[in-house]
């Protein structure tokens, strides 16, 4: 977009203008932008973003690392100001009324920072005290809800990556907002701490509370939000429920005794672009009606075949990077191999 | 996990261990403070060089050749009045300088290194009062480090010299109350000449993400100033920057008090404090949190 704001639009005129994606419906929209610009130099970090997440949304934000959803975040929290473009949050203009939006709003920006010499209980009373009065009471049971009570008296510099990240979020609960914000809040995680926290984000979204959840896996999203918005170079891909984001994939995984083999009979069937070689498995672009004659064909072949399951993921993994566009890695690549060919004694080619 | 709170929280309405009403924004400053190693090097050292002092006059009275050395030294041997004054002398061109730029160049600049200033940032403080708070806090910091040095030299005085009254640069004779009187006077003007340091330093830290930088930028700029008015070409410049001022407090030990230095050193003081934390101010508002 080359429209230059000066002054915002009315969310009404907008919504002329761009009337599939403001789909909030009869609910009450609780985080808006309107035209969110932000240049760092000549660098458009956040294109002319307008993202609407509705009262009561798990809302996903997606986007690959550096797509600008932490500058994006950074704008609606007021910690930078946008070059042009404003967002609404809980009905108060940001930047502007800043404070009165701050009072309804919980969350964290990268990694959730603490003092490193103050108890877990003691930083919470800290920040805590910053928003209103908080108890003791209030402060043992965001605890709870994170599980880390038994840990509250211990120095945060000594925790575990995983513990800060759910103190993050046990800080943004202290004052029960309405809406809650949660950057990347499963990067570095292992299994078991990620599985806690999308299960975690679920119950505060059924429990009412709004949260918008930045990241930049596909299936987090998938698994966790109800509505979402993909951007990727700082402008918005695409917006909506998370249901009709996704295109029906119809891929199978095959698995034979002679891969290599296999490839060649099912591109001879399905064309050399359908079938994909990822991680030991053959993707194939078919689908469930085509099933049987690939597998006739493979056995025909002398093929013996292991496993055919189908791979939705897959063809969602593949829409995810086609709409966040892979084609400039290719180049990196390439520089890639060529440094590596000359720093590999005997380099390969 | 446990299940998730559903009812709207207490917004200051219940429990009977509240916090948040007595935790003011000086409160929280202070804790941070307090949770610093660092806070205690500067506030061990006030109280400790007092003692050094007098330890090296106690010992050097025997010495015939001894009790050279700065002002107020040589009178130090009969009196431990002047300890206090002593290390104030001692203090003030360096040491509290150091202290200042660091306490100050750390608030806003360490915060953001230690990455705390994006989530401090998310609660609905005003910026304004953000920076006011560190500012007022930085000079409570040296406060409590210059009644240290005071309480040092008391102490360290009265057990090696006694506490005596005081000849003053007129003379005349005052009491022990008098005299401690005219040395909280000084301190106090001591104090007020950090204010500037406190401000450059807090500017300086608004702008840069390292509080390292913030520390260097100020000492620099104030060492810089030193010598700059060291050389009788800069005389012209003398009356325009505030380390001129600094050992104006030396007119509170005149008797009857000469005024005119101290109220231009102190005018000196204000206009710079005043100038450099308003800038800091503009700039904070403005300031993209990008750490």
């Known amino acids: 977009m080359t429209q230059a704001v000066a002054e915002a639009p009315t969310p009404t005129e907008r919504e002329g203008t761009r009337p599939e994606q403001r789909s909030c419906g009869g609910r009450v929209p609780i985080l808006t932008t309107h035209a969110l610009t932000k240049r760092f130099g000549s660098l458009h970090a956040v294109d002319d973003l307008d993202i609407e997440v509705c009262r009561g949304d798990i809302f996903g934000f997606l986007g690959p690392n550096g797509a600008g959803k932490t500058t994006v975040i950074r704008m609606v929290l007021g910690l930078i100001h946008p070059t042009s473009g404003h967002a609404e949050v809980c009905g108060h203009r940001v930047p502007g009324e800043l404070q009165?939006?701050?009072?309804?709003?919980?969350?964290?920006?990268?990694?959730?920072?603490?003092?490193?010499?103050?108890?877990?209980?003691?930083?919470?009373?800290?920040?805590?005290?910053?928003?209103?009065?908080?108890?003791?009471?209030?402060?043992?049971?965001?605890?709870?809800?994170?599980?880390?009570?038994?840990?509250?008296?211990?120095?945060?510099?000594?925790?575990?990556?995983?513990?800060?990240?759910?103190?993050g979020i046990a800080q943004a609960l202290l004052h029960s907002p309405e809406l809650i914000v949660l950057d990347e809040p499963t990067s570095g995680l292992d299994p078991r701490g990620m599985k806690d926290v999308r299960e975690l984000i679920r119950e505060l979204g059924a429990a009412g509370t709004t949260v918008f959840l930045s990241s930049h896996l596909l299936h987090e999203v998938e698994q966790v939000c109800t509505r979402a918005v993909i951007i990727n170079r700082g402008k918005m891909v695409v917006q909506g429920p998370v249901s009709e984001l996704r295109p029906q994939s119809d891929a199978v995984k095959v698995l034979t005794g002679d891969q290599g083999k296999a490839a060649d009979t099912l591109r001879a069937q399905f064309g050399a672009s359908s079938v994909l070689e990822d991680e030991g498995f053959l993707i194939v672009q078919a689908g469930e009606d085509a099933v049987p004659e690939m597998v006739r064909r493979l056995v025909a072949d002398g093929v013996a075949v292991r496993a055919v399951v189908p791979a939705p993921e897959q063809g969602l993994e593949d829409f995810f990077l086609e709409l966040t566009g892979t084609d400039g890695d290719r180049p990196v690549l390439a520089k890639r191999r060529a440094g590596l060919a000359r720093l590999l004694p005997g380099g390969r080619r | 996990m446990s299940t998730v709170a559903t009812e709207p929280a207490a917004h200051g309405s219940t429990g009977p261990r509240m916090h948040g009403h007595a935790l003011g924004p000086l409160r929280r400053e202070w804790t941070k403070l307090l949770f610093q190693r660092r806070s205690y090097l500067i506030w061990?050292?006030?109280?400790?060089?007092?003692?050094?002092?007098?330890?090296?006059?106690?010992?050097?009275?025997?010495?015939?050749?001894?009790?050279?050395?700065?002002?107020?030294?040589?009178?130090?041997?009969?009196?431990?009045?002047?300890?206090?004054?002593?290390?104030?002398?001692?203090?003030?061109?360096?040491?509290?300088?150091?202290?200042?730029?660091?306490?100050?160049?750390?608030?806003?600049?360490?915060?953001?290194?230690?990455?705390?200033?994006?989530?401090?940032?998310?609660?609905?403080?005003?910026?304004?009062?953000?920076?006011?708070?560190?500012?007022?806090?930085?000079?409570?910091?040296?406060?409590?480090?210059?009644?240290?040095?005071?309480?040092?030299?008391?102490?360290?005085?009265?057990?090696?010299?006694?506490?005596?009254?005081?000849?003053?640069?007129?003379?005349?004779?005052?009491?022990?109350?008098?005299?401690?009187?005219?040395?909280?006077?000084?301190?106090?003007?001591?104090?007020?000449?950090?204010?500037?340091?406190?401000?450059?330093?807090?500017?300086?830290?608004?702008?840069?993400?390292?509080?390292?930088?913030?520390?260097?930028?100020?000492?620099?700029?104030?060492?810089?100033?030193?010598?700059?008015?060291?050389?009788?070409?800069?005389?012209?410049?003398?009356?325009?920057?505030?380390?001129?001022?600094?050992?104006?407090?030396?007119?509170?030990?005149?008797?009857?008090?000469?005024?005119?230095?101290?109220?231009?050193?102190?005018?000196?003081?204000?206009?710079?404090?005043?100038?450099?934390?308003?800038?800091?101010?503009?700039?904070?508002?403005?300031?993209?949190v990008l750490s």
Not at chain 1, 102 to 126: E, I, Q, T
Not at chain 2, 217 to 232: K, R, W
Not at chain 2, 260 to 274: C, D, E, R, V
Request: proline share 5%.
């Open chain 1, 100 to 167: 009165g939006a701050l009072r309804h709003v919980g969350g964290f920006v990268d990694d959730p920072p603490f003092y490193p010499l103050m108890s877990a209980r003691r930083n919470l009373r800290l920040l805590g005290s910053m928003t209103g009065p908080v108890s003791e009471e209030r402060i043992d049971e965001v605890l709870d809800i994170v599980a880390l009570r038994d840990r509250a008296e211990d120095r945060v510099g000594g925790y575990s990556h995983g513990m800060k990240q759910r103190l």
């Open chain 2, 44 to 288: 061990g050292g006030a109280f400790a060089i007092p003692f050094l002092i007098a330890l090296a006059l106690y010992l050097a009275k025997s010495d015939p050749h001894g009790g050279d050395g700065p002002l107020f030294f040589q009178r130090v041997t009969g009196n431990g009045m002047y300890v206090a004054l002593a290390a104030l002398s001692a203090l003030l061109p360096f040491l509290l300088p150091l202290a200042a730029a660091m306490v100050a160049g750390y608030m806003i600049s360490g915060e953001a290194e230690l990455g705390t200033l994006r989530i401090v940032l998310l609660r609905p403080v005003k910026r304004g009062s953000f920076v006011l708070t560190k500012w007022v806090m930085a000079i409570v910091y040296l406060a409590v480090g210059f009644a240290l040095m005071l309480a040092g030299g008391l102490l360290f005085g009265a057990i090696f010299f006694g506490l005596h009254p005081m000849v003053t640069l007129s003379g005349s004779t005052v009491g022990v109350w008098h005299g401690l009187g005219l040395i909280i006077l000084c301190c106090l003007y001591g104090l007020a000449a950090m204010a500037c340091i406190v401000s450059l330093a807090l500017l300086f830290s608004t702008i840069t993400d390292s509080s390292l930088t913030a520390l260097i930028a100020t000492i620099v700029i104030y060492i810089v100033v030193q010598v700059l008015i060291a050389f009788s070409y800069f005389d012209w410049l003398r009356p325009w920057v505030f380390p001129n001022y600094f050992l104006e407090y030396l007119n509170f030990f005149r008797d009857p008090i000469y005024w005119t230095p101290i109220l231009k050193g102190l005018a000196s003081f204000g206009a710079w404090s005043f100038g450099f934390t308003f800038v800091a101010y503009l700039l904070f508002r403005r300031k993209d």
